[in-house]
């Protein structure tokens, strides 16, 4: 399941999830920065958790379930926690955006009320060179709703 439709993707068993998604399926939301797992630009949900896609082979995905930063919209609108990146100004370049949306999203899927240590601890594999990141914290605190 990808981004809640089926879809049945023929892989070579060399290549990463990250590969698949934005080569072969066209879903460029998720970004390709360091390549080995260090940088959480490819950051997607796999059956809830969120993992580097870039490190992951894509083969190892057959049969989970699997959210993109594409799948977070409903009818082309934002959700709460990027309507609260946007108000926030946790968007500057953008590079990382999607990467930290999907691990905030997948901590707030596990703990709808996180502290601000679970936040940063949640952010902690997402590198963010742009926003210092003060607003990606207040957007994730806003989203989550009163602590």
């Not at 399926?25 to 970004?31: A, P, S």
């Not at 952010?123 to 989203?143: E, K, M």
């Amino acid at each position: 399941m990808l981004n809640g439709r089926e879809v049945d993707v023929s892989v070579l068993p060399h290549e990463t999830l990250v590969t698949v998604l934005r080569d072969r399926l066209g879903l460029t939301g998720t970004k390709v920065g360091c390549g080995s797992g260090e940088c959480g630009a490819c950051t997607v949900i796999v059956d809830g958790a969120a993992v580097n896609s870039c490190v992951m082979l894509a083969c190892v995905a057959d049969g989970a379930t699997v959210t993109t930063v594409e799948g977070l919209s409903k009818d082309g609108l934002p959700n709460g926690l990027q309507k609260a990146f946007i108000h926030h100004g946790a968007f500057q370049c953008g590079f990382c955006s999607s990467g930290m949306l999907m691990s905030a999203t997948a901590l707030l899927q596990q703990n709808p009320a996180p502290t601000d240590d679970e936040i940063r601890e949640a952010l902690q594999g997402n590198v963010c060179r742009c926003t210092g990141y003060v607003q990606i914290l207040n957007a994730v605190r806003d989203a989550r709703g009163p602590a």
